[in-house]
């Protein structure tokens, strides 16, 4: 955009007054920023510090001002908030692309709880009964809620330094946003990675995991035998079990054992495989190839046209790299959002501004849980 000052002025001067032509100006530039009519290629920072600050303060002096009067000169235009947009641009994609697909492993809600939530998780729902003529439709038995999802609250602050504006360094700003995004991505991937393979979250600060805390309890996911809490076995560890053909029918026999704590049978059906990006070739092949890639004989690959499987990837499986895991993971983790991911601007701040020549600065933030809520839909193989 070379005449971002010209269509400032133009609004100015319909408006009939500053304040609200650069309002209005605000609007159309914001508007076109989320549209991606124009891009962070299209727009430079001092444009956008010429066509707003200067338009208010015409008698400022770049000069000679100091950080501490330039940021006090920025803070009340419509500056921070076409900036704002300008970073959010850059890096909430960013953010998103380092999510990656690990957001398929998790099925999303939402809270008003900042600390605790508590949903119903593996609570086994009454059989549905037969209703004759005349009989009153009985209360289905949903569960107490016994699963506990800690909220907590990641963030960082953007600064943006006088300098910054004066020499038009828009492709560092513009940097910085896209790195600050792939940050928050890779933190949300890690924390969801270390929920479902049960490992200490490192988002939390844990020291061991707490990935399922049931009944007010935390339980181990991954074990052979889950009947000292639960009604049954449910075997969802198979060891000694490496990636292969042979290894994925032993795991798939495990999910036709599972049990809820009336005694039925569970129908959960495997849709998903993780491993670390080591093993990915391998877990791709075995389930997108028409035939069975380590079968003595060649026939169909059931993994792919019967299952369905789909493989992930993530480096931050902890443990052993040979580690794996199958399973319906949108019905075994759940993820709940406080606040998705977002950029804010904060007033001034006039010991930034005299210690680090900072006039503006953006925080950049999430707020959320993850956990998960049935184990009895996960198996963890190991080699």
């Not at 924390?191 to 844990?206: C, M, Q, S």
Request: glycine fraction near 8%.
């Amino acid at each position: 955009m070379a005449r971002l000052k010209e269509l400032a002025l133009n609004h100015i001067k319909d408006a009939g007054n500053v304040k609200e032509g650069l309002q209005r100006f605000k609007n159309d530039v914001v508007s076109w920023i989320k549209s991606k009519e124009i891009t962070s290629s299209d727009i430079h920072i001092r444009e956008i510090f010429d066509a707003t600050v200067m338009q208010e303060n015409p008698d400022l002096d770049l000069a000679t001002i100091d950080t501490v009067g330039l940021a006090e000169a920025i803070g009340p235009t419509v500056f921070p908030s076409i900036t704002g947009e300008l970073i959010a641009s850059e890096l909430l994609p960013a953010y998103q692309y380092r999510v990656g697909e690990v957001e398929d492993l998790v099925s999303v809600g939402t809270t008003k709880r900042w600390d605790y939530e508590y949903i119903a998780g593996m609570r086994a729902i009454t059989k549905m009964p037969r209703v004759y003529p005349g009989q009153q439709y009985p209360l289905a038995d949903w569960g107490e809620k016994k699963v506990r999802v800690e909220i907590a609250k990641f963030g960082q602050i953007l600064e943006l330094e006088k300098e910054l504006i004066i020499s038009d360094q828009t492709g560092q700003l513009i940097t910085r946003a896209q790195e600050a995004g792939a940050t928050m991505g890779d933190h949300r991937h890690e924390f969801i990675i270390d929920t479902v393979t049960d490992n200490a979250r490192t988002a939390l600060e844990e020291s061991s995991s707490t990935a399922m805390y049931y009944d007010g309890s935390t339980r181990t996911v991954y074990a052979n035998d889950h009947s000292s809490w639960d009604a049954y076995a449910n075997d969802n560890l198979a060891a000694s079990s490496a990636l292969g053909t042979a290894g994925l029918r032993t795991v798939y026999g495990l999910f036709g054992t599972m049990q809820d704590e009336r005694g039925r049978y569970i129908n959960a059906m495997p849709k998903q495989i993780l491993v670390h990006p080591t093993k990915y070739p391998e877990a791709w092949q075995h389930v997108t190839d028409i035939s069975m890639p380590d079968a003595v004989e060649s026939g169909s690959n059931f993994f792919k046209s019967k299952l369905g499987l789909k493989a992930y990837q993530s480096p931050y499986i902890g443990g052993n790299t040979t580690d794996w895991y199958v399973g319906d993971f949108q019905r075994a983790n759940r993820w709940l959002w406080f606040q998705k991911p977002k950029v804010d601007k904060q007033g001034k701040d006039s010991d930034a501004a005299f210690e680090r020549d900072v006039v503006l600065r953006f925080k950049y933030s999430y707020s959320g849980g993850c956990c998960i809520q049935d184990y009895r839909f996960l198996v963890k193989a190991t080699a």
